[in-house]
């Protein structure tokens, strides 16, 4: 991404506070103050994981953390399907950096009460290999230092493993990795380099993912984003061509940039009933992906770090807090929704709300493509969207990540502009793209797309409540608008919505 270029398992308690300052590596707790009106409970999983197994079940192989390297050497004498059971106390692999557990297919490793398999900022890669159905329960894995843009905990991406009741938390790189039908639940992870998870492999696509009551929380304490400029590199969890995802119940906050971010090729994700808050960076960017449903989260105080930066910088771009980029809905790719809906979500105090954006130089086979050569869902050969053929039908439109068919309704949308601290750009809604002018063969040039996405791709707000002094921006940048403004034709946005700026300002 660049901004231009381009039901929670294990312990839960009910989420009373609106403040989580704290520095990326040791993440504060919670301050006791009011909560928003209409904020959900979720796991708070760091400071109150679920109880781990106090003995070895029934036919485990006990794994002694005195023995450097018996939790590797125990793994390979043993056949698959062995259940590993890791007593408490700081388990270590050989000092060597590729030292690392490779699981065997159905292998179970369960931690004791207190069990850590410490990295000693040493090793890698605590678990890769490609063997299937792995689960790993109850254990810290800390102080690996993963490469950037690999993980530590499945580190090949393999299929079919269970991470569930663990703190993955101070390595380097990601957390952990993500294959088909991977379930992440109820874990900390907390204080990684880069993510909390990648969900990325590095052939074909991720499938079936779930991503349930997890707290994410002080991810990116590398600060990427500043060290690779403008690699959208970075967030609490990150997903790359993910097909079907379920990413419920989680507490995602204090993240150093952003909370979640689907980039390329993303489909049919379902983002429900989450707690995404005070993160720098947006709350939630879906990027060149496809078809979803955003609902009843609840977003508050994100953005304020980046948001305010650039608006320090004199950027006139609506830096939302909720960013859909050169995304939409689309029949032709199958999922549950043929739509991007977003709904009956509270938004409280973020910098900025919903912006939809589409950049008007990026697409299949320009050099403004920041997504290293890939083509969207709907052509196969990228080199077939070149001239003359990209200017007509079909590889015109299907050339083309698009924001179209986003539903916006029944969501709230407040901002106090003494809690968010801020005078002037941090108030505003948006659909809009920039003025076409690169490649020079581009058939987009000028306000083509511009245009479309404001409209004729089926964006719409209707039956929202703001309060709030809230603006508006169509079309490009300099179109700001009031709500009258934003109601009435050409846009006619927001039927059935009311505004009272009387809250907040």
Known sequence: MRWRNWAAPGAALALLASGCVGTPDTPAEPTTAPAVPGARTVARVCAEPAAAPVKAPAGAVTVDPAKTGDLAAKTKKNPPHTTFWLRPGKHRLKPDRYAQVIPKKGNRYLGAPGAVLDGRRTNQYAFGGSARDVTIRHLTVQRFVAPPDEGVVNHDSADGWVIEHARIQHNSGAGLMAGDRQRVRANCLRGNGQYGMNAYKATGRISDLVVEGNEIVGNNTGDWERRRKGCGCTGGVKF???????????????????????????NDFRIEDNVLEANDGAALIYETSYNAVIRKNTIRRNNWVEGRTYADRGDTFPFGTLYVSESGGEPRVRARTDKIEIYRNLLADNWSGITLWENADRFCNSPANTSSGDCTLLVKKTDRCARPAIATAPLYADCRWKTQRVDIHHNRFTLDKSVVKCTHKCDRMAVLANYGTYPNWSPYQGERVAEAITRKQHNRWHDNAYLGAWTFVAHDPSRVLDFGQWQAAPYRQDAGSTLDQRTGG
């Open 240 to 266: 790359w061509a993910v097909d079907g995802a379920d990413v419920r119940g989680n507490w995602v906050h204090d993240n150093r940039g952003t909370g979640l971010w689907a980039d390329t090729n993303n």
